[in-house]
């Protein structure tokens, strides 16, 4: 009975260890993927206490490994969150299972996306949640320079002294000045996204 329950111990303690082979080699590989993206990441557990984050995300939110296991709200982020409570939105996410997306800025005044994800285990259980910014800075410039366009070309619209309507190549109208509003006696509401044959119960066909 002595070298039964021996040979059972045995062959428990070689599944022991063959299974702290395969947690230590997956968590090799998690630390090692986590090292190597560039995004910054953050993972928080069910309590909103910090796991783990990535080198990108300790230089982005000013993370220590001594911060590994405290509150994500007790930790003075390096981003201007515009007056947004990032531990409220953790908690959003926690009770929604939805995923939460704002646009925030650093000191420099560079743009990311922060997308506050669910923490979903195999079992399909929320075990927490996933932080993760996304540089959007050239997008956010590129936009401002369209916005500037697009303001230039309506103040350059409206100071033409005739009537203008400016339609797309599907036929429908973009914009019109006040003075074709003025003289044609139509609203933009009426006009603006409209296929020009519509206008004025097609008289514009």
């Given at each position: 009975?002595?070298?039964?329950?021996?040979?059972?111990?045995?062959?428990?303690?070689?599944?022991?260890?063959?299974?702290?082979?395969?947690?230590?080699?997956?968590?090799?590989?998690?630390?090692?993927?986590?090292?190597?993206?560039?995004?910054?990441?953050?993972?928080?557990?069910?309590?909103?206490?910090?796991?783990?984050?990535?080198?990108?995300?300790?230089?982005?939110?000013?993370?220590?490994?001594?911060d590994v296991g405290k509150l994500i709200g007790d930790i003075k982020i390096n981003l201007n969150l515009n007056n947004i409570n990032l531990n409220e939105l953790v908690t959003k996410v926690l009770k929604s299972t939805a995923t939460v997306e704002v646009e925030i800025c650093d000191q420099q005044n560079i743009?990311?996306?922060?997308?506050?994800?669910?923490?979903?285990?195999?079992?399909?259980?929320?075990?927490?949640?996933?932080?993760?910014?996304?540089?959007?800075?050239?997008?956010?410039?590129?936009?401002?320079?369209?916005?500037?366009?697009?303001?230039?070309?309506?103040?350059?619209?409206?100071?033409?002294?005739?009537?203008?309507?400016?339609?797309?190549?599907?036929?429908?109208?973009?914009?019109?000045?006040?003075?074709?509003?003025?003289?044609?006696?139509?609203?933009?509401?009426?006009?603006?996204?409209?296929?020009?044959?519509?206008?004025?119960?097609?008289?514009?066909?």
């Open positions: 009975e002595l070298q039964s329950t021996n040979e059972e111990l045995t062959t428990v303690n070689d599944e022991l260890n063959i299974g702290n082979t395969e947690l230590k080699q997956l968590t090799n590989d998690l630390l090692n993927l986590l090292a190597n993206v560039e995004n910054p990441i953050v993972i928080l557990g069910r309590d909103k206490k910090i796991r783990r984050f990535t080198p990108s995300a300790g230089k982005m939110f000013k993370l220590q490994s001594s743009w990311y996306l922060l997308q506050i994800k669910p923490y979903r285990v195999a079992e399909g259980e929320i075990s927490g949640v996933v932080l993760m910014l996304t540089n959007i800075d050239a997008f956010k410039r590129e936009l401002e320079k369209y916005k500037d366009v697009e303001s230039d070309t309506k103040r350059i619209i409206e100071a033409i002294p005739l009537p203008v309507l400016v339609i797309d190549t599907d036929k429908k109208v973009k914009k019109a000045n006040k003075i074709f509003y003025e003289n044609f006696s139509m609203s933009p509401l009426e006009t603006e996204d409209r296929l020009i044959s519509e206008l004025s119960d097609g008289q514009w066909n």
